[in-house]
């Protein structure tokens, strides 16, 4: 990448997009509309006691209906993409069979808005919202049949987009809809599988990004360019001498095991098969050949750091770090304050693999933003927060690390999956009642960053 120029010291690589980010299920809406499938999300949301304010997201912030007004919202804040997600279940409403064309409509009016508006489309295929037949049929993620489905689905998409989009994302946070939808049962479909189950969840779900990666090559117009986009761990070195930096490498591969360390080099790591013993998953060489399928770019969603310290005389060689109990957070209570990630992932997706081309897919935070007396919204703890994390960002491309764009999590405050409409994410407020956006404040800092392409 072109280093900073000379004469700002805070300034992003010519040509860095800046974005912002959402999914489909988070604000569409219309979730009975044109032949669009359940989900498991539909299903989730409606099961009594799952979402904190016992919300859903059958309306959402109706999106499907006023995405011009949306994308008229994405052009005043001047970004240059749009990363967003398309629903699985309105493609095919039974996950796999026969197609819904009035589904991908949608999307190609989306599409065709974005563009005519001067802005780049960057889709993800899976946003968690897996096809409820899927689920009930066979299992969901812990059957082979939904890894394949998802494979067909990506290239039909693809197949139907790639005139128009250069650049599609996979699945979303492989590690969180594993994790928490089928260990701690949070999220949809809302289980607690034992170790051997989890682990195969999970095989699967890198198995369908590496199936979608061929089936992409195999359908998509040629040169079409695609990635993951991981919740990875992001490690920081509390201290960044050589030998803490060094510790927060291995932590980074081994930690990252069973998602980007294995796409990335198409094998499970003698520690991950280890610790799993007899629970391990299921593969054959086949899978992780599949799994390694060569991608364009790494996509990383990062919000919450993860502190590390060398322990150089006892194997694993580091030792994770609890908080501070002061140490600060923002709204959402798994989010502690720590911008250094920003600069270490990138980094160490270079030192380690290489990586030659990476997005920010998703980075913001929850505040508690309201309307004040004068109508504006105030949030100065955003962009508090955005400051610090893009100053750490700038730091890593000034230093030569490849990340090519940054996506803000996210545009619109939205359905924040279990903890429904009590967290607002968005750097414009909706007024849940009247479905009214109204830009905060940070909207006005972002754009101001967008415009002289350096942190202000
Ligand atoms: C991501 N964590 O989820 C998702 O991709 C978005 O859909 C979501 O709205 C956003 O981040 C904010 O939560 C995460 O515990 C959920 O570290 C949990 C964590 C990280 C990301």
């Not at 109706?62 to 052009?75: A, F, G």
């Not at 998703?362 to 919204?377: F, I, L, M, P, R």
Request: aromatic share 12%; hydrophobic share 40%.
């Amino acid at each position: 990448p072109e280093p900073a120029a000379a004469n700002n010291a805070r300034s992003f690589p010519k040509g860095f997009v800046w974005g912002t980010a959402t999914s489909a299920y988070q604000i569409e809406g219309a979730v009975k509309e044109d032949g669009r499938g359940v989900s498991i999300w539909d299903r989730f949301a409606h099961t009594p006691g799952k979402i904190f304010d016992g919300t859903n997201a059958d309306v959402a912030v109706d999106h499907y209906h006023r995405y011009k007004e949306d994308v008229q919202l994405m052009k005043a804040m001047g970004t240059k993409a749009y990363r967003f997600s398309i629903a699985w279940p309105r493609i095919f409403p039974e996950g796999k069979g026969k197609v819904n064309p009035k589904g991908l409509d949608f999307y190609n009016r989306l599409v065709d808005e974005l563009l005519a508006n001067g802005i780049e489309p960057f889709p993800s295929l899976y946003h968690w919202d897996l096809p409820q037949t899927l689920q009930e049929r066979y299992g969901g993620w812990e059957s082979r049949e939904t890894a394949l489905a998802f494979a067909d689905y990506a290239g039909y998409v693809t197949e139907k987009l790639s005139d128009r989009v250069q650049r599609f994302f996979t699945l979303n946070e492989i590690r969180t809809f594993v994790d928490r939808g089928h260990e701690s049962g949070i999220l949809a479909p809302g289980f607690k599988l034992p170790p051997a189950r989890l682990n195969q969840v999970r095989h699967h779900a890198i198995l369908a990004h590496g199936l979608a990666v061929q089936a992409i090559r195999a359908k998509a117009r040629r040169g079409t360019k695609v990635g993951p986009a991981e919740n990875i761990f992001a490690v920081v070195p509390i201290i960044e001498t050589p030998e803490h930096i060094k510790a927060t490498e291995i932590a980074m591969r081994e930690l990252n095991a069973g998602y980007l360390t294995a796409m990335l080099e198409g094998r499970y790591t003698d520690a991950y098969l280890k610790a799993a013993g007899a629970d391990a998953p299921k593969f054959t060489s086949e899978d992780l050949k599949a799994i390694a399928s060569p991608i364009n770019f790494v996509g990383i969603n990062i919000y919450t750091p993860d502190y590390y310290i060398s322990a150089s005389n006892k194997p694993p060689g580091y030792q994770s770090l609890p908080f501070n109990k002061s140490h600060p957070r923002m709204v959402s209570s798994w989010h502690r304050l720590g911008p250094e990630t920003l600069y270490w992932a990138p980094r160490l997706l270079q030192k380690l693999w290489n990586v030659k081309e990476i997005y920010i897919t998703e980075n913001g935070c929850a505040t508690s933003d309201e309307v004040a007396k004068d109508g504006q919204v105030y949030d100065s703890d955003r962009i508090m927060f955005l400051r610090s994390y893009l100053t750490q960002l700038q730091r890593a491309t000034s230093e030569g690390a490849p990340v090519r764009g940054y996506f803000l999590w996210s545009l619109l405050d939205n359905f924040e999956w279990v903890a429904g409409y009590a967290q607002r994410f968005g750097a414009i407020y909706v007024d849940y009642t009247t479905l009214k956006r109204t830009p905060k404040l940070s909207a006005s800092f972002y754009r101001e960053v967008i415009a002289r392409n350096s942190v202000v």
